[in-house]
């Protein structure tokens, strides 16, 4: 597999050493970051990452998070919990194909469900994307559950990041792991950080530490992203912070992008606008607020030096965080809004309606028992005549006909059925999920 050129972050890290020159204007931008009367900060020093958060936030800051907290409460408020876990199934294969995207992939919704059903393409290239895809949704699901649990570590801790990285990159083949540019190679240890200097590279115009000191960075973000001892709306703030610091610091050969991403569905399920994973941080960097640029442009507005003496007091710009942080956290209110609208309860009900009605596989009253499953959650197999108002036989068969097309199913074979959501109703279901694939 060729380097990962993370076009979200418009980090290209085919050079593996940067060149003296990039060196020499990062340097430069970092002595420009100090005032006069302040001492250089080393360029190696963790402190380097400052400012890490955001203690007085605007007052747009503070009605997004407002905003945001409001529209998260109600998003899913009156799905049955079984229908909501069902349909988080399915957010999280959308999660997959966004993030997917914002590296350059462009793996379908239906061949990411093959691949987790163990129907692998035949070409190695799409075979390996489809690996990719697969692990993102199964990190993901592991995530989800050890919330549900209450066992999710701290999201910002350098062992839970490092699981991340070492989890998703469990099942690579060597290709996967194997980065190359013109004159070498290295092989990538899943879940280790950059350790030898092979593993520096330029990052765009950035210059992440230096490989000998990633421990040292990393250990320093864990402290000061620290959820515990901070209040609601600041553990919100800290969500996107800690996002653009994790990809300045680097910590990964490769990966770091989508590590990045599954850190924030973490911290949104800890800092409880998560919602029981029914909607995507992912889908929205990949679509902005107006043009799918905006992702990399703020990351890299994000990188910006200090700019004065009025511009904070750390070694990048207070004003460019201040405004990365309102970007963000708008663009999960956007999403917020957007998946309360497609999950509506009365506006779901209807589209299973539709879709039973247009459908040729199935008889009309198929969309009872869609509807039954919707606001029970659930239903006994030995219900269906008594739904469709159906003879025994001919209600069995428009079940198994429902369940032929993938909108019922259970865990066991003779189990109650509950609804599902697979990739051949994604269009009619929740239009304007994902872009015409």
């Known amino acids: 597999m060729q380097v990962e050129i993370a076009s979200d972050i418009g980090h290209n890290i085919g050079q593996f050493r940067p060149s003296?020159?990039?060196?020499?204007?990062?340097?430069?931008?970092?002595a420009a970051s100090t005032s006069a009367n302040d001492p250089m900060p080393d360029i190696e020093s963790p402190s380097r990452i400052e400012p890490a958060l955001i203690d007085e936030p605007t007052s747009a800051i503070a009605d997004v998070v407002a905003d945001l907290t409001a529209a998260v409460s109600i998003l899913g408020k009156f799905l049955h919990p079984l229908t909501a876990a069902n349909l988080a199934d399915a957010v999280r294969i959308m999660n997959t194909y966004y993030s997917n995207l914002i590296e350059g992939?462009?793996?379908?919704?239906?061949d990411i469900e093959r691949a987790l059903s163990g129907e692998l393409d035949q070409n190695e290239e799409r075979r390996n994307l489809q690996i990719e895809a697969a692990a993102h949704v199964r990190v993901q699901t592991e995530i989800d559950q050890l919330f549900l649990e209450g066992t999710l570590p701290p999201a910002t801790s350098a062992n839970f990041i490092q699981w991340i990285h070492s989890e998703f990159y469990r099942d690579a083949a060597p290709a996967m792991l194997t980065l190359k540019n013109d004159s070498r190679e290295?092989?990538?240890?899943?879940?280790?950080?950059?350790?030898?200097?092979?593993?520096?590279?330029?990052?765009?115009?950035?210059?992440?530490p230096s490989s000998e000191r990633v421990m040292d960075f990393?250990?320093?973000?864990?402290?000061?992203?620290?959820?515990?001892?901070?209040?609601?709306?600041?553990?919100?703030?800290?969500?996107?912070?800690?996002?653009?610091?994790?990809?300045?610091?680097?910590?990964?050969?490769?990966?770091?992008?989508?590590?990045?991403?599954?850190?924030?569905?973490?911290?949104?399920?800890q800092t409880g606008i998560g919602a029981h994973g029914l909607w995507s941080i992912s889908r929205g960097l990949a679509r902005g607020l107006e043009s799918r640029g905006e992702y990399k442009r703020m990351m890299d507005l994000a990188d910006m030096p200090r700019q004065g003496d009025l511009d904070g007091r750390g070694n990048l710009s207070l004003k460019a965080l201040k405004e990365y942080v309102l970007w963000f956290l708008k663009v999960c209110l956007d999403q917020v809004q957007f998946m309360s609208g497609l999950f509506?309860?009365?506006?779901?009900?209807?589209?299973?309606?539709?879709?039973?009605?247009r459908s040729s596989a199935l008889k009309p009253q198929a969309a009872a028992l869609l509807e039954e499953a919707l606001m029970?959650?659930?239903?006994?197999?030995g219900e269906v005549a008594r739904i469709t108002g159906l003879p025994e036989r001919t209600a069995r068969r428009v079940l198994t006909d429902v369940t032929e097309l993938g909108l019922l199913a259970s865990s066991t074979p003779k189990g109650p059925v509950s609804l599902r959501f697979p990739d051949s109703a994604l269009e009619e279901l929740f239009p304007r999920l994902y872009p015409q694939v």
């Open 186 to 208: 290295i092989v990538m240890a899943p879940g280790q950080w950059r350790s030898r200097p092979e593993h520096d590279n330029a990052v765009g115009r950035h210059l992440p």
């Open 376 to 381: 029970r959650g659930e239903f006994e197999r």
């Open 20 to 30: 003296s020159s990039v060196l020499s204007i990062t340097t430069r931008h970092f």
């Open 344 to 357: 509506d309860l009365n506006e779901l009900k209807q589209r299973l309606r539709t879709l039973a009605e």
């Open 105 to 110: 992939h462009n793996t379908r919704p239906r």
């Open 218 to 269: 990393m250990r320093y973000f864990e402290q000061r992203y620290n959820l515990s001892h901070l209040g609601t709306a600041s553990r919100i703030m800290a969500i996107p912070a800690a996002h653009h610091r994790l990809n300045y610091i680097h910590p990964f050969p490769d990966g770091n992008g989508r590590v990045s991403r599954l850190v924030s569905h973490a911290m949104a399920h």
